[in-house]
């Protein structure tokens, strides 16, 4: 158990909705990462927060956002979901900003499918 | 750019023989490299790192992974291979273009199959 909390586990929805995923990082922990990984292209980095802010921005389309709230828990919006936004999200989490112990631990993820 | 590169999509091996999952990288400076694994329907649990030091690595569950500067790779090792060791590995490496952060950058994985 990493200790990076991740809700909901699974999601089905429709095209054109919207929808949020939450993350808890682990205690202590100020940075939260975004990652998106689907069969076609792995492992992509969308997003990163630390303690409130946004350090650092990847492929993220304009449709997604994220923020980071005073008690740290992120939650990723997505929305006008189309088929292609079906993947695995990963939240992830580090003590600092910069690189510190360097690795990432990483939630259990939320499998989104959208119908 | 800064990536790195897993060749194999699929790696096979015996229970009891020695495993190799490969993986290459280019980075501008020194490079900072990690090897994750996940087990179906689980998040990515972090194996080893590189920072500095001994080229040879050593992780959880008996994993190590040498570090070969002049072949900029990083290969993932075992030297007896279990069948609960089959899951997808990914290689990973910081991003060093930004000090603010401390992402990383993931190779496509290669699944590891260990048949009894």
């Known amino acids: 158990d990493s200790g990076v909390t991740q809700t909901p586990k699974h999601l089905i929805t429709a095209t054109g909705q919207r929808v949020t995923l939450r993350c808890s990082p682990r205690?202590?922990?100020?940075?939260v990462y975004w990652y998106q990984q689907s069969l076609d292209q792995g492992l992509q980095f969308l997003i990163q927060?630390?303690?409130?802010?946004?350090?650092a921005k990847g492929n993220i389309l304009e449709r997604f956002s994220a923020q980071q709230f005073p008690d740290l828990h992120s939650e990723l919006n997505l929305s006008s979901l189309e088929l292609g936004d079906s993947a695995l999200y990963f939240c992830?989490?580090?003590?600092?900003?910069?690189f510190g112990t360097g690795e990432l631990f990483f939630g259990e993820g939320s499998r989104l499918t959208v119908l | 750019a800064q990536s790195v590169a897993q060749p194999e999509d699929q790696v096979n091996v015996a229970e009891g023989n020695p495993l190799t999952v490969k993986c290459t990288y280019s980075v501008s400076g020194n490079p900072y490299l990690f090897w994750y694994v996940q087990y179906p329907n689980r998040g990515l649990q972090f194996l080893l790192k590189y920072i500095t030091g001994d080229n040879l690595v050593k992780g959880s569950y008996g994993f190590e992974a040498e570090f070969n500067k002049s072949q900029t790779s990083f290969h993932l090792k075992k030297p007896s291979a279990l069948v609960s060791d089959s899951a997808l590995y990914f290689c990973a490496v910081r991003d060093v273009r930004s000090s603010n952060t401390g992402k990383l950058i993931f190779g496509q994985g290669t699944t590891l199959q260990v048949k009894p």
């Open positions: 927060y630390y303690n409130g802010e946004e350090r």
């Open positions: 205690s202590g922990d100020l940075s």
């Open positions: 992830a989490s580090s003590p600092t900003s910069g």
